[in-house]
């Protein structure tokens, strides 16, 4: 029988691992390599759906363990499931919640059958099992769902990080074992901190079970770029040719086409959506911060070879006096121009590996681009 979720490869390129391919899922088809805009509480700060399907979105994440404390996973359930609470008819990713949990630092504890917490919003107390997160993913109704895991924090001892890479296992396989939506793949999360040997491990074991697609989760967290790249040429290798790759968390132009170039097919992050509220931009030559007094009386557009409705319609200047006078349209149009930004370039990309000539189009992106530690 048909998994819910399955891949099929169109192409792979013949001087690096980057590989166009389908991911298919019961609500539709997402065209690989992929970029996923972060809707965290069941939206995509200040743009509509509407607007996402204007600017290519395939599919979105959202936050499992937000939309859990509010306004409930019950709710969503009884409004129909988080695609008619939100109003988006295409593929949806939910996240476990594990990255969330992870980082309240003093407000969790962690225990062998999960995770006590307290809420961020009103200090009330939770608890966070491999089975409740499932209910709560199967609830929501997401296309996707991602597996519970222990991430491990950058510097952390290879004793921290093997105990949770452990722990990932043992949770992965509860989840596996609770996991019974039939319109749902669940993925697992690779671990290992950054001991190459633990990530093969980590991926190996998962691979056992069988899920319908991987995370790469651990990295993003504050290593520097080289290191994450030498860990994904290790980490990939070991995960089937015939299963989708996710890299969880990155979302950076540099990133996005170094990722593809290692054979990575969807990624996430808050970058585009959290610097176009600072008034930051993406532009091929890298980022073009629109408030600055630079700009105050430049009647071009962000990017005179971008499509956005932004790009098509608003100049520079305006959209600063916008960002000045606090007025919303200013981020909602840097946040329209950042995503279609992003979504285009993973277009791009795409056709360049069908086509043949992927590597080029790398070198004239590298040929442009001013890099930045920014994921």
């Known amino acids: 029988m048909q998994p819910p979720i399955y891949y099929t490869l169109d192409k792979q390129d013949e001087r690096t691992k980057a590989r166009a391919g389908i991911l298919h899922t019961t609500r539709g088809e997402v065209k690989s390599p992929v970029f996923m805009p972060v809707g965290t509480q069941a939206t995509v700060k200040t743009i509509t759906p509407e607007e996402l399907k204007e600017i290519g979105a395939q599919i979105i994440l959202s936050n499992t363990y937000h939309l859990y404390l509010r306004p409930g996973h019950d709710l969503i359930a009884e409004a129909g499931g988080l695609h008619d609470f939100m109003h988006w008819d295409r593929p949806i990713l939910t996240d476990s919640g594990g990255f969330q949990v992870f980082s309240l ?34 609830a929501l109704g997401s296309d996707i769902a991602m597996a519970f895991d222990q991430c491990s924090a950058y510097g952390d001892s290879r004793r921290d990080i093997e105990m949770a890479l452990r722990r990932t296992t043992r949770w992965a396989r509860r989840c596996k074992e609770t996991h019974h939506h039939d319109r749902q793949g669940l993925f697992g999360i690779i671990q290992g901190g950054m001991e190459p040997e633990l990530r093969a491990l980590s991926a190996k074991e998962l691979v056992e079970m069988d899920f319908c697609g991987y995370g790469i989760g651990g990295l993003s967290v504050g290593e520097p770029k080289p290191l994450m790249y030498e860990l994904l040429e290790h980490t990939i290798p070991f995960i089937p040719v015939e299963k989708p790759r996710y890299l969880m968390g990155v979302g950076s132009p540099d990133c996005l086409i170094e990722g593809v170039a290692r054979g990575v097919d969807m990624f996430d992050c808050v970058l585009a959506t959290r610097i176009a509220r600072n008034g930051t931009v993406f532009v091929p030559e890298g980022k073009l911060v629109i408030r600055n007094a630079q700009y105050a009386r430049d ?7 971008c499509d956005c409705y932004a790009c098509r319609n608003y100049s520079r200047a305006y959209i600063r006096h916008l960002l000045k006078a606090n007025e919303v349209l200013g981020i909602r149009l840097t946040t329209i121009h950042n995503l279609r930004y992003l979504i285009r370039l993973m277009e791009e990309i795409r056709t360049s590996i069908l086509e ?3 590597q080029e189009y790398r070198k004239e992106f590298w040929a442009h681009y001013q890099c930045n530690e920014e994921k």
């Open 356 to 358: 043949g000539y992927f």
């Open 299 to 305: 009647f071009r557009p962000i990017d005179d070879r």
């Open 105 to 138: 630092n003093d407000l969790r504890k962690l225990q062998e059958d999960g995770v006590m917490f307290r809420s961020h919003i009103d200090g009330s107390y939770h608890k966070f099992t491999p089975e409740k997160v499932m209910e709560i993913e199967m």
